[in-house]
């Protein structure tokens, strides 16, 4: 037979340790002393023992309430971080927006503007590869996302191409005059390792994978350390100290890559399409960017409001 700690129980148990007694707990909780007194007795009937040793002004803990109460602190606290991560407080819209990791810098730009002029939506944030992030707004884990990658987003979400962005070569790999090319590449399915190996296949080069991994900062570092060269935006060097690579015989990088502002049609509040897409712009003035023409989403798109 199962039986289940229910977390008002269990809060009661916390209020009455912390705040030293039955009434300065329901008070805090907004219940009766009476409704506080029937939780810890249910609690009691649960563990079958009592949960204080004694009450009044010389309240103590039973030796199994004090292990309980650290089971009910713990239990208590991660209800509240769920509840915090899943559900909006009263007024509030939450929204979960995803940004390429290689754009990340854009975030505090973007947050600053969204907080002033729409202050009722609550964020979420993802940063992750941009195959990934499209993949999550396909499935409805993201309202929005900050792409960086040739192909448009599946017919679902709004698309609003913001620019496109120039790459260039980093890093500074020891190699041989004949040895392969080593390169540090995002795993696949990516945009811009295909874009990588089509460039060097036209070239003519050999190329050989010498790291390979998912996050933006592991790649930096082999990049760093010399174990091979990469291919990112082309401000890498100003942003995270990169080495740009300095070889004769490499092509020119990739051509410039689309940046994307893709939006779920009805997941945004009114104005939310608008703002997030000034923000992004204003935030990439700093990056190597080939602004785009002055088209804005559509009317539906922005009027849309959140359920």
């Known amino acids: 037979m199962r039986h289940d700690l229910q977390i008002n129980r269990l809060r009661a148990l916390v209020a009455v340790v912390e705040h030293g ?20 007795r249910q609690l009691s009937g649960l563990i079958k023992r009592p949960v204080f040793a004694s009450t009044g002004r010389d309240m103590r803990l039973s030796p199994q309430g004090e292990e309980l109460l650290e089971y009910a602190r713990r239990m208590v606290a991660l209800n509240d971080e769920a509840v915090a991560r899943f559900v909006p407080e009263v007024g509030q819209v939450l929204l979960s927006v995803g940004v390429t990791s290689q754009l990340a810098e854009v975030l505090p730009e973007f947050l600053r503007r969204i907080n002033r002029e729409l202050p009722q939506v609550q964020l979420r944030v993802r940063t992750g590869a941009s195959e990934a992030l499209a993949e999550q707004l396909r499935t409805g884990q993201l309202d929005a996302a900050l792409l960086l990658q040739t192909g448009p987003p599946d017919p679902g979400p709004d698309g609003l191409e913001l620019g496109r962005m120039r790459m260039a070569w980093f890093g500074r790999p020891a190699t041989g005059e004949h040895d392969a090319l080593p390169l540090a590449l995002f795993p696949a399915p990516c945009t811009l390792r295909k874009e990588v190996g089509e460039v060097l296949d036209r070239a003519g080069i050999r190329r ?44 020119p990088p990739p051509a410039p890559l689309p940046v994307t502002l893709a939006l779920t049609p009805g997941a945004a509040p009114a104005g939310f399409a608008r703002t997030a897409e000034k923000a992004f712009r204003r935030a990439l003035q700093g990056y190597p960017l080939d602004p785009a023409g002055p088209d804005r989403f559509e009317p539906a798109v922005l009027s849309a409001s959140a359920a």
Not at 213 to 221: F, Q, T, V, Y
């Open 21 to 40: 007694g039955f009434r300065r707990a329901a008070e805090v909780l907004h219940i009766t002393q009476p409704a506080v007194s029937q939780q810890i």
């Open 208 to 251: 050989r994978i010498a790291y390979e991994g998912p996050e933006l900062i592991g790649l930096r570092s082999a990049a760093k350390a010399g174990l091979g060269m990469t291919c990112l935006i082309a401000n890498g060097d100003e942003l995270w100290g990169l080495a740009r690579t300095a070889r004769p015989d490499l092509p």
